[in-house]
C-alpha cells in the first residue's frame, strides 16, 4: 500500500526507536527524526522519504559530519516490483559502503506497518573529530531543549517547535499569566538567562515594550500561545501556571480555536 506523504513514515519508525530505549523528537535542527538513548552516547538521525533518491543519499552523507550515527528510511511498496527504488539488497551494499543504516517501512491495510533493518549504521569515515563533536552537541541541545515531541519527521510548510520558540512560549506565558514584566522578572520567573534577548528581539511579533524596561503580550502573543496550545499547556503544568493561564483564557476570549 503506497504512501501518499513522507509524515506517514514518521510514526512507526519513532516506535522502532522508541520501543528500543531511545527518546525520539521529529525536526530537530533540519533533521526528520533523531533519537537519544540514555545509554549510548551517540545520537542517531533517520532521514525518510517515500523512496530512494539521490538527494536523500547526499542527505544521509551529510547528516554524518554531525558524528550521529545516520540512518537513511524509506517505504517498501510491494505494489512496484522490478522499480529501481525496489533494489534493496544493492542499495543496502551501497549504504554500507557509505557507513549509513538502512531501513524500509512496509504498510498493509489490515495490520500494523513493518519495518525492516536493511543495514545497520557504521561510524561516518570521513569527518573530522572536532567537527563531529561539535555537530553532536548542536543536536543534543536542541533536542534536550524541547520539552517533547510536538513535529512530525518529514513535514513541509509548517511551524515547527524548536527550542527557541519553546523558550519564546515560556515568556510570552509569563506574560500572559503575571502581566506587564520586566525582562530581569521574565528570567527569574522562567529561569531563562536569554529572556532579556527574546523580549527586544520579538521575533514573533508577541511582545510589546510598553515603557522602558517593561514589557506585554500583543494579541499576537495569546494567539500564538492558542496556537501551540500543547506546548503551552506542559509549560503552564510545569511552571505551576495552569491556573493562570485559564484565568488568561478565558479573560481574552476562552478557550482556544486551533
Same mark, same amino acid.
Given at each position: ?7 506517514? !513514515? ?7 526507536f522508541a520501543s528500543r530505549g531511545y527518546e525520539v523528537k521529529g525536526e530537530v535542527r533540519g533533521c526528520d527524526l533523531m533519537a537519544v538513548h540514555p545509554d549510548i552516547e551517540s545520537p542517531i538521525i533517520v532521514e525518510i522519504k517515500k523512496t530512494f533518491t539521490l538527494p536523500l543519499l547526499l542527505q544521509g552523507l551529510d547528516r554524518q559530519r554531525t558524528g550521529a550515527a545516520v540512518w537513511l528510511a ?12 525496489? #533494489? ?6 551501497? %549504504?554500507? #559502503?557509505? *557507513? ?17 533493518? /536493511? ?11 572536532? #567537527? ?15 520539552? $517533547? ?8 510548510? #509548517? ?13 510570552? !506565558? ?22 532579556? $534577548?527574546? !523580549? ?5 511579533? /508577541? ?17 500564538? !500561545? ?8 506542559? /509549560?503552564?503544568?510545569?511552571?505551576? /501556571? ?6 488568561? %483564557? ?6 482556544? *480555536?486551533?
Open positions: 500500500m503506497a504512501v501518499k506523504l513522507e509524515t506517514e !513514515l514518521y510514526p512507526p519508525i519513532k516506535q522502532y524509506v517505504e517498501r511498496n510491494r505494489t512496484k516490483k522490478g522499480a529501481h527504488n525496489q #533494489r534493496f539488497h544493492e542499495l543496502s551494499a551501497l %549504504c554500507g #559502503r557509505l *557507513a549509513l543504516g538502512f531501513m524500509t517501512v512496509t504498510f498493509y491495510k489490515t495490520k500494523e506497518p513493518v519495518i525492516e533493518v /536493511w543495514r545497520e549504521p557504521e561510524e561516518a569515515m570521513n569527518a573530522a573529530g572536532g #567537527r563531529k563533536r561539535a555537530g553532536a552537541k548542536r543536536l543534543l541541545r536542541e533536542f534536550d531543549g524541547r520539552s $517533547g515531541d510536538y513535529n512530525v519527521g518529514g513535514s513541509l510548510r #509548517r511551524k515547527l517547535v524548536t527550542a527557541y520558540r519553546e523558550r519564546t512560549i515560556q515568556c510570552a !506565558l509569563a506574560l500572559a499569566c503575571h502581566g506587564q514584566l520586566s525582562p530581569s522578572q521574565v528570567r527569574d520567573l522562567t529561569s531563562i538567562p536569554g529572556a532579556a $534577548g527574546i !523580549l527586544r528581539g520579538n521575533p514573533y511579533g /508577541w511582545f510589546r515594550n510598553v515603557k522602558r524596561g517593561v514589557y506585554e503580550l500583543t494579541p499576537q502573543g495569546r494567539d500564538g !500561545l492558542r496556537e501551540f496550545e500543547e506546548v503551552t499547556a506542559v /509549560w503552564a503544568a510545569k511552571l505551576e /501556571w495552569a491556573a493562570g493561564w485559564e484565568d488568561a %483564557c478565558q479573560a481574552s476570549g476562552g478557550p482556544s *480555536a486551533y
